[in-house]
């Protein structure tokens, strides 16, 4: 690679971005508009990492690396150069593919019923939620066949997870909703495992640039659970895609001062009461006003509306919640 293609890469990618996407957050500013945060590079306890964006540049204080964002590829992921080169690549040309295949799967469901089917099934149908999560749907067998013909190369849709190593649609039968780095794909038949994502992060909780303008909020677990709320009515809801949050997602919840009504799945070996018990307590214990929404035994919110529950009886479990 030449010294000036590595020059666009670097202008291409800013430094600061990559390391936000890579849950990486400024602690304080300093002068001439440099930042100061905790390393991501080892176990730092007070931010000794210092990033200068107009240059592009880090060093960390605590243990002595630094460089542009080449090099934290290489430190970050542990890998050599070439391999770090390719990862930026592969991270800069990932947004526009996965804009494309949200859009390719967007007009698939409509051409195959059994999409829209299984939304109907769980009770989803308004055309104004389908447009806003933008839900599409996998067939599966023509992915591709469409981005191949677009002039994305097999290794790249390979790297990405879209393609399988033997070259098929790694998405097939399923109810796909895009994510801001990430695709979600539900199986639509009881044989195949139920979830699938792309590899790497889930990325920040879902439609945060929407939901966090509300003082409060309901955490749900599942997408079907926040179609099923938004549906309803409700547009103060966000959600995790799992009962665990990373730290980016948490540190969002925490931005602000506000209330945050967890309302986790009622499953019957109570796994998902107590995730939602104990991630309160960890939301209190950051001054947030945290509760707990009871569900009826064995249902999330989706099966809770998709059941004949309604917006009133819903707004009557915030009430109660503790
Ligand atoms: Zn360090």
């Not at 991501?40 to 243990?63: A, I």
């Not at 964002?69 to 992921?77: G, K, T």
């Not at 009881?190 to 966090?212: I, N, Q, T, V």
């Not at 309901?218 to 949050?245: K, M, P």
Request: charged share 20%.
């Amino acid at each position: 690679m030449s010294r000036q293609a590595l020059d666009d890469l670097k202008r291409q990618i800013s430094l600061r971005e990559y390391l936000q996407a890579h849950d990486w957050k400024p602690a304080r500013q300093l002068s001439r508009g440099r930042l100061m945060g905790l390393c991501p590079l080892h176990q730092d306890h007070q931010p000794s990492f210092l990033v200068d964006p107009p240059k592009g540049l880090f060093y960390c204080y605590g243990c002595g690396r630094g460089g542009d964002v080449i090099r934290f590829a290489e430190l970050y992921h542990q890998v050599k150069f070439p391999e770090a080169l390719a990862l930026l690549h592969q991270w800069r040309g990932l947004p526009p593919l996965l804009h494309e295949v949200a859009r390719f799967y967007g007009m698939q469901l409509h051409r195959h019923s059994e999409g829209v089917a299984y939304l109907e099934q769980r009770g989803l149908r308004s055309p104004e939620l389908i447009e806003h999560m933008r839900i599409g749907y996998a067939p599966g067998g023509c992915l591709r066949g469409w981005l191949t013909q677009l002039g994305y190369s097999l290794s790249f849709l390979r790297q990405a997870g879209l393609i399988t190593t033997v070259g098929y649609d790694a998405y097939k039968h399923r109810v796909v909703f895009p994510l801001e780095s990430n695709l979600y794909g539900r199986s639509i038949s009881a044989s195949a495992p139920p979830h699938r994502f792309l590899p790497g992060s889930k990325g920040g909780l879902y439609a945060w640039e929407h939901a966090r303008r509300f003082p409060e909020l309901i955490l749900v677990e599942g997408l079907f659970d926040y179609a099923a709320l938004w549906q309803a009515g409700f547009r103060n809801v966000t959600c995790s895609l799992g009962t665990h949050l990373n730290a980016r997602q948490f540190r969002q919840l925490c931005d602000s001062a506000r209330t945050v009504y967890v309302a986790f799945d009622a499953d019957w070996n109570v796994s998902g009461q107590n995730a939602a018990q104990s991630l309160a307590c960890r939301l209190r214990e950051h001054g947030l006003n945290a509760r707990t929404i009871l569900l009826p035994e064995g249902h999330d919110p989706n099966s809770f509306f998709a059941q004949g529950g309604d917006a009133r009886q819903f707004q009557s479990l915030l009430e109660a919640a503790q």
